[in-house]
């Protein structure tokens, strides 16, 4: 599987017309970054609390649904990331009150890539029961998606032909 390509400007590319480019890459790689799915999927993406984040939840894989029935593989997988990445970030924040893993800012070289860069952890605190409900439903769908038979073929088809 290819890595996922930074050095592209997905501010310009349309991945949807040019499919070849996309790279599933590993995790939620790209996911605030290619088009059109982004502008598409990025609004529905919320995880305040559990009733917002099952509203969230519940669209982002309806739309992950119509994108497998258009046949449109890159639509899915980015949608399935923003599911990922509902899931992580609740995760994220009700182990980190204020959403901070790392202590320090991001170097310049490494923004809008995920890791710690050299930056030391921060301690974990109490888990906030509210995010991590946020969480455990969008852990559910998440799943859900990942498994799909559909997304399955369809991800097969893609890296058969794109690698």
């Not at 529905?44 to 509203?55: C, G, L, N, Q, S």
């Not at 994108?67 to 593989?73: M, R």
């Amino acid at each position: 599987m290819r890595a996922f390509d930074y050095k592209l400007d997905y501010k310009v590319l349309n991945l949807r017309k040019n499919p070849e480019l996309y790279a599933i890459g590993r995790g939620e790689q790209g996911v605030l970054l290619v088009e059109p799915y982004k502008s598409e999927l990025l609004p529905h993406w919320r995880f305040k609390d559990p009733e917002v984040a099952r509203i969230s939840a519940d669209k982002l894989y309806a739309m992950f649904l119509d994108y497998l029935k258009d046949e449109d593989f890159v639509g899915a997988d980015m949608a399935r990331k923003f599911i990922q990445m509902g899931y992580t970030r609740s995760r994220r924040y009700a182990n980190y009150k204020g959403g901070r893993k790392y202590a320090g800012p991001v170097p310049d070289d490494k923004k809008g890539q995920s890791g710690s860069h050299g930056r030391p952890q921060l301690p974990r605190q109490l888990e906030d029961p509210i995010k991590a409900a946020s969480a455990k439903i969008f852990k559910a769908a998440w799943d859900r998606a990942k498994q799909h038979p559909e997304y399955l073929r369809q991800k097969a088809e893609f890296l058969r032909k794109h690698g």
